[in-house]
C-alpha cells in the first residue's frame, strides 16, 4: 500500500539555522508533492508544490526538492525564525486535476531563540 | 475573498446522537474534500464532492458515514450513530475548478479551520 514517512516527529533547531524536513514515499508515483504548515488548533496552510519533473522549488526562505529516483522530497527553511514553529505536512498528488491528496504524519518543527 | 469557512467550530456529542459539519468553500471553488486527523495521525482523505456529485468515497467509512454538496449552500459531512472513536478533527478543503492545461494552481487545496468533534 501507499506509505508516506517524514523523517521525525519532531525537530529542535536554534534561530538561524537551517531547518531540513524529509518526506519518503513508496508504493505511489506521484505527479507533485506539495508541503503545508499546520499550526495547532488550525487547518494546514499551503506553502509550496512541486512537480516530478521539477527538481527544486523556492519561495522566500523555503526551498523543496524533489528525487522521484530516492522517492524523497526535502524541505529546507533557512535562517529559521520561532515563529517558524509549527507542523510541517507532506502531501502527495496523482496529478489528475481534483484529485484526493495522501499526506504524511507531519514533523513539528520547533525553533529556540 | 474569504476563506473555507466550517461550522461549527467545536462540537460535542454525547454516543449515539447525530453529527452534522458544514464547509462553506471558498468563493468561486467547485471541489470539495473531508479530511479527518486523528490524534497523532496524519490528515487522512475521506471524500470528494463536486456540486451534487459525489466523486469519489473510498475513504468513508461503510455506515454511519454521508456527505453531500448541493446545488446551494454549504457541504455537508453527517455522521450518525457517533462512537467514542469518531473524536477526530475534521477538515474541509477545497479547490478551483481545474483549468486546461494542468496549471499547478489546479491543484492547491484550502483549508478551513477544522470542526473538532468530542463524542462524550
Known amino acids: 500500500s501507499q506509505k508516506i514517512e517524514q523523517n521525525s516527529e519532531a525537530l529542535n533547531i536554534q534561530e538561524g539555522k537551517t531547518a531540513t524536513l524529509t518526506c519518503n514515499y513508496t508504493?505511489?508515483?506521484?505527479?507533485?508533492l506539495q508541503w503545508y504548515r499546520q499550526d495547532p488548533g488550525r487547518g494546514p496552510v499551503f506553502l509550496l508544490l512541486?512537480?516530478?519533473?521539477?527538481k527544486e522549488k523556492r519561495k522566500e526562505r523555503l526551498k523543496v526538492t524533489f528525487d522521484t529516483t530516492l522517492k524523497q522530497s526535502l524541505f529546507h527553511i533557512t535562517a529559521s525564525q520561532p515563529a517558524d514553529s509549527a507542523t510541517y505536512l507532506c502531501?502527495?498528488?496523482?496529478?489528475?486535476?481534483?484529485?484526493?491528496?495522501?499526506f504524511g504524519k507531519g514533523t513539528t518543527l520547533s525553533v529556540s531563540s | 475573498n474569504a476563506g473555507v469557512m466550517q461550522n461549527p467550530r467545536h462540537l460535542v456529542r454525547r454516543r449515539g446522537q447525530e453529527a452534522r459539519l458544514r464547509c462553506s468553500p471558498m468563493k468561486g471553488h467547485s471541489h470539495v474534500y473531508w479530511y479527518r486527523q486523528l490524534p497523532e495521525e496524519g490528515l487522512k482523505f475521506m471524500v470528494y464532492l463536486q456540486k451534487e456529485n459525489i466523486i469519489d468515497e473510498s475513504g468513508m467509512p461503510k455506515e454511519r458515514f454521508s456527505a453531500e454538496f448541493p446545488k446551494e449552500g454549504p457541504s455537508i459531512l453527517r455522521i450518525q450513530q457517533v462512537v467514542r472513536g469518531d473524536s477526530a478533527a475534521y477538515f474541509c478543503a477545497s479547490s478551483p475548478l481545474p483549468l486546461a492545461g494542468g496549471r499547478s494552481s489546479s491543484y492547491e487545496q484550502y483549508f478551513g479551520p477544522g470542526t473538532r468533534l468530542t463524542v462524550t
Open positions: 512541486i512537480r516530478e519533473n521539477e
Open positions: 502531501a502527495l498528488g496523482s496529478g489528475q486535476a481534483g484529485t484526493a491528496l495522501i
Open positions: 508504493n505511489y508515483s506521484p505527479a507533485y
